[in-house]
Structure formats: C-alpha cells, structure tokens
C-alpha cells in the first residue's frame, strides 16, 4: 500500500495515524471520545479460537495462546508442551499487506509449574512518509514486536496465578530525521511491560465447570518516538471475566464465555477553547483543562487514577468499559463450532461486531479460523480473517508433583 503518515506529533504520540474516514489502528472511530496509546496493536485479539468467540478469552480453558489472554491458566493445560501459531490481515478493507502474527508455546516443567514464551509481530506494511504540505519524504515499512517470557503457577488444585515479562519495540519511522515538521530526531521506541494473571477453575454438579479468570496487562513505562515528543502510555488494561462448561452428553460439550475490559490509561481532557474553537493555553504554554485531569502522569497515578479522570464523571468511567461474550460448542472434542459479539461504546471507538469460526483437533494437531461482521456498513474491520495452528505434545515422562515430593 501507498498509505501517507503525517510526521506530526500526534502521530507520534498514538503511535500510527492513518488518513482514512478517521479510523484507528484499532479499528476505531478516532472522531469520537477515544483513548489513545502508543503500541495498540498489543490490544488486537491474535488467535482465531478468541477470535471467533467474541475476543472472550480471560476464563475460557487454557491452550497454547494463554500467554496472551491469561498467563496463569497455563499451569491447568493439559498437555506436557505445545506451541500455536496464529496469523491475522488486518484493516483489510483499506490496505493489502497489514498483518499479526502470533507465536506461542509452553513447556510443564512439573504438576504445578508451567512456563511460556511468546512473539507477537504486526506489520504495517509499505507507508509513504509525506510533510505538513503532502510533500513526498520518504517510503518505509514500520514494524513493531513483543516478545514475552511467562511463568504460571498453582496454588491450590482449583486455582493458579502467573506473570510475564515482556520487551517492546516500535520501529514507526526508523532513523528518519523530521526537522521540517518539527521532529528532531525520530526514533523506534522501546518499553518493558508486565502481566499478571488470576484463574480459578471448579468442576460442577451434573457434568458442568465454572472458570473465573482476571488480568492486567502492559504494566510498563511510557514510549517517545523522539527526544522532544511527551512520553505516552502503553495500553495497560484490565480484564475479568468467566467462562462457564455443560456437558450436554458425552460426546457434546457447550461453553459460554464472558469478559469485561477497561483500559488503565489516563482519559484525555476537554480543554479551554476559544471562540474559534483553538485551545488556550496558559502562561507556561500548557493547555488549560475545562473538564477531567491532566493526562501527563506517572505510571502508577494514570494506571489508578483512570478510573475518576474522566471529563463526565462516572457515566463516562462506564462508557470506558467493553464487553464481549461467545459460544462454543464441541463435538466429541474433535469438532467445534463458535460464534461471539463484541461492544465498546459509540463515543469511545464504536467497535461492534459479531464473530463466527470452526476448530478442528486431531491428535496432536489442530486448526481454528475466525471471521468478522461488524454491525457498520464497510467498516475497515470487515472481513477480518484469523487462522491459528496447534501442536500440543503428551510424550513426556509424567512428573511428579513438588507438593509430593515435600511429603516425602
């Protein structure tokens, strides 16, 4: 694609912004209240089994892409190791060679360790860099990654907690020196982000299981792609949900999934204007805030503080918070088939859509595929596809347990 960056430091500061109908990287609608944040592709769902149940993943049962939805379900899989494979085009509506891959794998150390590794890589494609005045500056194809290390641990044998470390890299403009729209020197940026992960798993009467999970993700330092731009958050978020299994007989199985999320970013202000509609500025030359707080804080105080600063109150806090469910059904745990929803609110980005996909599990291998509908006429997210590989493995000598052999 031929697709014009403005090398302006907004731009900078959400960390991509495109020239087209005022839509995201994230698909959403940038026109209405949204909050934004450098690196928001860590926040696109990268396996098709999630994908297709709505983006509900923080309680559903664990596989290989647990490292992303919810280290700590990891230590509950069943298999010794695996690893999975996903790969999603994105905004292909608009432009051909935007891509996520997603690379996860996991290895049991013993009954109640479990340990993880994971690459997530998305592809911008080939951009064309162009000045204040559309001037042709440059072309180039920005990358960004995050790669992650997991461990997950049981504590009893109904519920488990975990952690990731990871490293991220944003390279939107390599060394690109912008002096004429005010950039001194461009470069990638760089954070190190933290997960941490609850799940809690019990067997029911009659054949069913509850699973309850919680997480918040991308505990890290703020990003800058220059040294005169503002450092900006990375999407920190939290999420809780449950996901709860029938057996409907012993060759049928149905899960309904559910997850609430909220970004743990400071919301922009509403800030003084003129009759003009321009900002007004105070004698420092900072812009003087109407309503809400102000966004440039430390980590700990935007992480917390997210859930009071919003300009209309508590309305607005609410109107912060998205929900996804979905379904799955299994057939004889060979053949599955799902189908999901996902809502954010019209003035914080306006997603919504419904999801469908088909799983398949033989032996030690197994595909998923994922499509998305969304409720607006020729939205950029249309048409979205994922497709995810598994290889799980059960080759290993069984271990035994350290509780065992403290017993001992």
């Not at 003129?274 to 804080?297: C, E, H, L, T």
């Not at 609410?318 to 189908?339: C, H, I, N, P």
Request: one cysteine or more; hydrophobic letters at 40%; aromatic letters at 12%.
């Amino acid at each position: 694609m031929k697709l014009k960056l403005i090398l302006l430091s907004c731009a900078f500061s959400i960390g991509f912004s495109t020239v087209f109908a005022q839509i995201n990287i994230a698909g959403q609608d940038s026109s209405r209240r949204v909050i934004t944040t450098a690196v928001p592709f860590l926040l696109i769902a990268p396996d098709a089994r999630a994908g297709a149940m709505g983006d509900a993943g923080v309680a559903t049962s664990p596989d290989a892409n647990s490292t992303y939805w919810n280290i700590a379900k990891l230590t509950m899989i069943e298999d010794d190791m695996g690893f999975s494979l996903s790969y999603t085009p994105w905004l292909g509506k608009i432009v051909n060679d935007m891509s996520l891959s997603y690379l996860s794998g996991y290895y049991r150390i013993n009954k109640e360790q479990t340990i993880g590794l994971s690459l997530s890589y998305f592809d911008l494609g080939d951009v064309q860099f162009t000045d204040q005045n559309g001037e042709y500056l440059q072309d180039f194809n920005p990358k960004e990654f995050s790669l992650s290390g997991s461990y997950s641990r049981l504590l009893t044998e109904e519920m488990s907690v975990g952690v990731t470390l990871k490293y991220i890299h944003s390279n939107l403009t390599g060394d690109f020196v912008g002096n004429s729209v005010g950039v001194d020197d461009s470069h990638p940026g760089n954070s190190v982000a933290a997960d941490i992960g609850w799940y809690w798993n019990k067997d029911m009467a009659k054949n069913s299981n509850l699973a309850l999970g919680a997480t918040i993700t991308n505990i890290g330092n703020k990003l800058t792609y220059s040294s005169n731009e503002e450092k900006v958050f990375i999407p920190t978020a939290l999420r809780f949900g449950g996901a709860y299994k029938m057996g409907l007989d012993p060759y049928n199985t149905l899960t309904l999934a559910m997850d609430f999320s909220k970004l743990m970013v400071p919301t922009p202000p509403v800030y003084e204007v003129d009759d003009n509609g321009s900002v007004i500025y105070d004698q420092n030359d900072n812009p003087i805030i109407a309503r809400g707080k102000d966004p440039n804080r430390t980590l700990i105080s935007g992480m917390f503080g997210s859930f009071t600063d919003a300009p209309d109150g508590f309305s607005e806090e609410m109107q912060e918070v998205m929900w996804s469910t979905g379904l799955e059904y299994w057939y004889k745990d060979l053949f599955a088939v799902r189908g999901g929803y996902f809502w954010e609110h019209k003035n914080k980005g306006d997603r919504k859509y419904f999801t469908m996909g088909l799983g398949l599990r033989y032996n030690v291998f197994g595909v998923d595929f994922a499509y998305l509908v969304p409720m607006e006429r020729e939205h950029p997210l249309a048409e979205t596809l994922r497709f995810s590989l598994h290889f799980n493995f059960n080759n290993m000598q069984s271990q035994e347990s350290i509780m065992d052999e403290d017993t001992k």
